[in-house]
C-alpha cells in the first residue's frame, strides 16, 4: 500500500544553517507529495505541494523537488530561523479518494 | 488563523463513556476528513466524506466511532465507548475536492480517556 518514510524523528540546528528533511515514499499510482508545518499547540498548514518531476516547488524560504526516480521529496532551506522550529510531516495521495498517508513527522528545533 | 471549527477543544472522558466531537468546515469545501494524531505525533487516517456520503473509512472507525456530515448541520465523529487507547488529538481537515487538493486543518480536539 501507499506509504511515506521520514527517517529523522529531531533534527536540531543552529540558527542560519541550512536544512534537509528527508521524504521518501511508495505508491503505484502518480503521486502527489505535501510537506505540513505544526507548530506547538496550532493546527498543521500546508507548506509545500508537489509539482511535476523534477520541478522545484518553493514557499516561505523552503523548496523540495519531486523525483519519482528516487520516490523522494525533500524538504530544504538555506537557512533556518528560530520561528522554523516545529514539526514538518511528508504527506501522500497516491490513490482515488483523496486519502492523505502522512510520514512519522520530523521535530525541527532551531537554537540561537 | 485555522478556518475549520472543531469543538471542544478538549474532552475528558471516562472508559466506556461516549466522546462526541464537532467539525465546522471551511465554506464550500465538500470533502471533510478525520484524522487521529497520537502522543508520538502520528497520524492515523480514520474517515472521509464527500458531502454527506463517506468515501472510505478504517475498519476501527467502522466498529468502534461513528461519524456523519449532515448538510447544514457540523460533521461529528463520536466513539461510541471510549478507550483508554483512544487519548489523542482528533484532527478535522476539509478541502475542496479529493484530488490532490491541500488540507485545511482545524485546532483539533484532545481527547483524554481516564
Known amino acids: 500500500g501507499d506509504s511515506v518514510t521520514q527517517t529523522e524523528g529531531l533534527v536540531t540546528l543552529t540558527k542560519g544553517l541550512p536544512v534537509m528533511l528527508n521524504c521518501t515514499y511508495q505508491t503505484t499510482y502518480s503521486p502527489f507529495l505535501f510537506w505540513y508545518v505544526q507548530h506547538l499547540n496550532e493546527a498543521p498548514k500546508l507548506l509545500l505541494k508537489s509539482s511535476t518531476d523534477n520541478k522545484r516547488t518553493e514557499h516561505q524560504g523552503f523548496y523540495a523537488t519531486l523525483h519519482k526516480s528516487s520516490s523522494s521529496f525533500h524538504l530544504q532551506k538555506s537557512s533556518v530561523q528560530l520561528s522554523d522550529s516545529a514539526l514538518y510531516f511528508c504527506?501522500?495521495?497516491?490513490?482515488?479518494?483523496?486519502?492523505?498517508?502522512f510520514g512519522a513527522g520530523t521535530q525541527l528545533i532551531v537554537i540561537p | 488563523n485555522s478556518k475549520v471549527i472543531q469543538t471542544p477543544r478538549y474532552l475528558v472522558k471516562g472508559q466506556g463513556q461516549k466522546a462526541k466531537m464537532r467539525c465546522i468546515p471551511e465554506k464550500g469545501h465538500p470533502v471533510v476528513f478525520w484524522y487521529q494524531q497520537n502522543k508520538n505525533n502520528e497520524f492515523k487516517f480514520l474517515i472521509n466524506f464527500q458531502n454527506q456520503e463517506v468515501l472510505q473509512q478504517i475498519d476501527m472507525t467502522e466498529k468502534r466511532f461513528s461519524a456523519e456530515c449532515p448538510s447544514n448541520s457540523p460533521c461529528s465523529l463520536e466513539i461510541q465507548s471510549s478507550e483508554a487507547g483512544d487519548s489523542a488529538l482528533y484532527l478535522c481537515a476539509s478541502s475542496l475536492s479529493i484530488s490532490n487538493e491541500r488540507l485545511f486543518f482545524g485546532h483539533g480536539t484532545k481527547l483524554s480517556v481516564l
Open positions: 504527506a501522500l495521495i497516491g490513490s482515488a479518494l483523496g486519502r492523505l498517508h
